[in-house]
């Protein structure tokens, strides 16, 4: 029967198990096995198709396999998708940050990256940042952060800052705009522009102070629009942001994307 | 008339005349009207009193 090894196919006998094929493939020092996106710490009899990872965890494997590993975990029938998605995520701030950190974990690879701020102090209690980072551009320090992650990731870093003449130009041509302003003038801009039609809109609001997290919600505005966050809660003296609240909100956002990928893909697979 | 979940004993005639009264400017919400997002130029337009209408205001946060 056949059954991919390492992201290969291969032919095996019937009834082996993975302590049989890594012996019979002469596979040395594995002590990493996922089979189907599971974890695998028993012996375990192979089925037809399966999709077997086993490698040694201590050793940076080069190449292919490095690549797809780094997913491994994931559901399998995404990662085309995810690679072909193309997301631009406007301003890189606790929002814009997190959600991109999400999306390539995810396996998103392509993304645009547009903010004109640097890094400062007050960013690291919510920002995907590092103290190190302080006072250097934040999309170059997000793209160091993300292609940290996954050497593969494909950016496109630009320092401009967004207004009501060029946001248009900036976000046309996306799946997916990632409202990560910190303004309420900004948010009102993005939705309230032609750029992003075609795209998929997701934006940020409400996720200042602290709170139940069932408080932070996905509502549906129309049927590309989507908006995340307590709806209410702005930044005001002595209530300010919490990384707990906004990386809340911004999973929410990453996880709405990846939803809308997954049911595009269960209807239409690829 | 319905806006934000709440029926209007006196309709509003536009959207500019609700976002008045409701103490908020023009340049931080979104107006959403039976389910399609309005453009800021249709904010005058006249309302028929039948709409339902969201108007989401933004806050600062991000």
Redesign the interface.
């Known amino acids: 029967m056949e059954i991919i090894l390492n992201y290969s196919h291969l032919n095996i006998s019937e009834k082996m198990t993975i302590k049989q094929l890594i012996e019979d493939e002469q596979l040395a020092a594995v002590n990493l096995i996922v089979v189907n996106g599971v974890l695998e710490n028993e012996d375990y009899e192979l089925k037809a198709n399966d999709e077997v990872l086993a490698i040694d965890k201590h050793k940076l494997v080069d190449g292919e396999i490095i690549k797809r590993a780094l997913f491994a975990r994931n559901n399998s029938y995404l990662v085309t998708a995810l690679k072909q998605t193309k997301v631009v995520i406007l ?1 890189c ?4 940050s997190n959600v991109a950190r999400l999306l390539v974990q995810s396996g998103i690879e392509q993304l645009t990256l547009i903010d004109y701020d640097v890094v400062d102090p007050t960013n690291l209690n919510r920002q995907f940042y590092t103290y190190n980072q302080i006072g250097s551009y934040k999309i170059d320090c997000l793209g160091d952060n993300l292609q940290a992650i996954n050497p593969n990731v494909k950016l496109t870093k630009l320092n401009v800052h967004l207004d009501k003449d060029n946001i248009a130009s900036y976000t046309a041509g996306y799946d997916f705009v990632i ?7 900004m ?3 993005i ?2 522009s032609s750029g992003w039609h075609g795209s998929y809109l997701i ?6 102070g602290i709170k139940p997290a069932s408080e932070i919600v996905t509502r549906k ?2 049927d590309d ?1 989507y ?1 995340c966050g307590d ?5 005001k003296p002595r209530i300010g ?1 919490m990384a707990t609240q ?1 990386t809340l909100v911004a999973s929410q956002m990453a996880n709405k994307i990846i939803e809308i990928i997954n049911d595009r893909e269960k209807n239409e697979p690829r | 008339m319905i806006i934000n979940g709440q029926v209007q004993e006196q309709p509003y005639s536009t959207v500019l005349q609700i976002i008045s009264e409701m103490n908020l ?1 023009e ?4 107006v ?1 009207i039976n ?3 309005v ?2 130029k249709d904010y005058q337009k006249a309302l028929n009193g039948t709409e339902i209408i ?1 108007v ?7």
């Open positions: 301003g701030g606790g929002i814009g409202d990560g302003f910190d303004t309420p003038l948010k009102s801009l939705v309230n934006l940020a609001n409400g996720m200042a505005l129309t629009v908006v709806g209410s809660n702005g930044v942001l906004v | 400017a340049n931080t919400l979104v959403l389910g399609q997002i453009e800021a969201e989401i205001s933004f806050v600062t946060g991000g």
